[in-house]
């Protein structure tokens, strides 16, 4: 269920929300770092990642969560300040959640991710506390985004609801080491123990209208990495999770139309037009609807993040 990209009109009293928010369809990368390492959200933010993300939960021990919410909260303003979507990962809400959205929300995050989700009242429950927070901290009442992390084949069962529990749900992570684990499955570079779960997560957000935050490369080798985003774009991902600075690039440039990539499908297109009146007298020049169809996307691809550009 995506949500304007534009957040909605500020009402009197309330603090200015971001109206430049990259889209979601636009957040290539979405880079994870520890919510106490003031210098890592530094290099994140300088770093090209489209979204940073500050985690309470994996990244950050207990004892260290009350000073970890207020750094997280001033690493928003720098996001801002440098045109990157800000975003935290809090804790189960049964557990430090309401504690650390209180600690964030002063900041005024972009996106709130909740992990371990795998049950449509948990979605319920966290968007009516951030309705709460907005209210008191006098931000824009549903700027904040939700994204669920499903880390389990119970949360893969449950997408529909989970998408459906409200309208704040605009992205969507798959994570990786949890989920595997969850299965059971032998881990490997090739990934083909994740094959069939990112292609069913990602059908699933499909439908629901959701971007679908590919699971992040664990495997820190750039050639492994390399394999993986060749994976991901056969696919369809467009967004992926990042948990090593070296890959934004990488990753970024994966999911960018280049400009030889541009050229290239405007040519297939014009000759895919002119073979419909002129046929190519050798066969082995005939282009197939297919690849004429992959040129259209990555066209339409292109002229978004080109209108992104322009605004």
Same mark, same amino acid.
């Given at each position: 269920m995506t949500s304007p990209m534009v957040t909605p009109?500020? &009402?009197s009293g309330q603090a200015a929300a971001p +109206? +430049? /928010?990259r889209p979601p369809t636009l957040r290539r990368s979405w880079m994870f770092v520890a919510g106490m390492d003031q210098a890592a959200h530094a290099r994140a933010i300088a770093g090209g990642a489209d979204v940073v993300v500050a985690d309470l939960e994996e990244f950050t021990a207990a004892a260290d969560r009350p000073e970890a919410r207020? /750094?997280? *909260? *001033?690493m928003m303003a720098d996001c801002r300040a440098q045109g990157v979507v800000g975003a935290v990962?809090?804790?189960?809400?049964e557990h430090d959640g309401h504690a650390d959205l209180r600690g964030v929300m002063a900041g005024h995050p972009d996106v709130v991710f909740l992990p371990h989700? #795998? /049950? *449509?009242? &948990?979605?319920? *429950?966290?968007a009516a506390e951030i309705s709460l927070l907005e209210a #008191?901290?006098?931000i824009a009442p549903g700027s904040t985004e939700i994204a669920p992390t499903i880390e389990s084949a119970a949360g893969m069962l449950a997408l529909s609801a989970i998408f459906n529990a409200s309208p704040r749900v605009t992205s969507c992570l798959l994570a990786a080491e949890d989920f595997a684990a969850s299965l059971g499955a032998e881990r490997g570079a090739d990934g083909i123990e994740l094959r069939y779960a990112r292609s069913r997560f990602l059908l699933e957000c499909v439908a629901a209208g959701v971007v679908a935050i590919d699971c992040p490369c664990t495997f820190r080798n750039t050639t492994t990495l390399t394999g993986d985003l060749e994976v991901a774009r056969r696919l369809g991902f467009k967004s992926k999770c990042v948990v090593f600075p070296e890959h934004v690039a990488l990753l970024n440039a994966a999911f960018t139309p280049s400009v030889e990539q541009v050229r290239a499908a405007e040519q297939l297109c014009g000759a895919f037009e002119r073979q419909k009146s002129a046929p190519p007298a050798d066969l082995a020049l005939w282009i197939d609807a297919p690849l004429y169809n992959n040129a259209r996307r990555l066209l339409a691809r292109h002229a978004e993040m080109d209108?992104? /550009?322009s605004n």
């Open positions: 009109p500020i &009402q +109206t +430049t /928010r207020l /750094r997280i *909260a *001033a990962r809090v804790n189960k809400l989700v #795998d /049950r *449509a009242e &948990q979605i319920v *429950a966290l #008191d901290y006098g209108g992104w /550009r």
